[in-house]
T-cell receptor, first 113, second 113 residues
């Protein structure tokens, strides 16, 4: 089954404790992205990757890191989480082609206390 | 920079009736794609309908159709014969570069029996 898998789905952590949210897709997609969803703001792009070892900042990259060492994986790293990073996070992937339809993971609800 | 605006934070409709959700956008690109995503309480992001900017014909998917006005930069979603399962948050999104989506703030739609 074609899918984007994020883990964990829920995470509560303390300020300053490094964490990683994993994202993996099995569709051989070139493009992958991370978004955060906040009430009244919709989804905002954090980072974007066009292919292995090629990443670019999105609209809200501060406090986040990413890496793309393999085509299928695109982890999101919070080196020193702060309460303002409490949010719902989505990973998405898409294939180059006629219509760039994005496929989303199930979401990760992160709470930083 | 791209922007997407959904001016209706909440909408409600009676079952079997028709409802229209509004979306306006701004971009200087000539080639782009527009999407409507549905997010039910499960928080999964589900593609409802998509429109290529170079196509003048409005997209239709079963009970869902769009009114795409390129000159006005407007992209509204019409849901006909509303069903209880249509209750969800709806996001309008703009893609000007594969996988780099800009989302609106979202509209919460409630379908009443």
């Amino acid at each position: 089954e074609a899918q984007v898998t994020q883990n964990p789905r829920y995470l509560i952590t303390v300020t300053g404790k490094k964490l990683t949210v994993t994202c993996s897709q099995n569709m051989n997609h070139e493009y992958m992205s991370w978004y955060r969803q906040d009430p009244g703001l919709g989804l905002r792009q954090i980072y974007y990757s066009m292919n292995v070892e090629v990443t670019d900042k999105g609209d809200v990259p501060e406090g986040y890191k990413v890496s793309r060492k393999e085509k299928r994986n695109f982890p999101l790293i919070l080196e020193s989480p702060s309460p303002n990073q409490t949010s719902l996070y989505f990973c998405a992937s898409s294939l180059s082609g006629e219509i760039p339809e994005a496929f989303f993971g199930q979401g990760t609800r992160l709470t930083v206390v | 920079a791209q922007t997407v605006t959904q001016s209706q934070p909440e909408m409600s409709v009676q079952e079997a009736e028709t409802v229209t959700l509004s979306c306006t956008y701004d971009t200087s690109e000539n080639n782009y794609y527009l999407f409507w995503y549905k997010q039910p309480p499960s928080r999964q992001m589900i593609l409802v309908i998509r429109q290529e900017a170079y196509k003048q014909q409005n997209a239709t998917e079963n009970r869902f159709s769009v009114n795409f006005q390129k000159a006005a930069k407007s992209f509204s979603l019409k849901i006909s014969d509303s069903q209880l399962g249509d209750t969800a948050m709806y996001f309008c999104a703009l893609d000007t570069s594969y996988g780099k989506l800009t989302f609106g703030q979202g509209t919460i739609l409630t379908v009443h029996p």
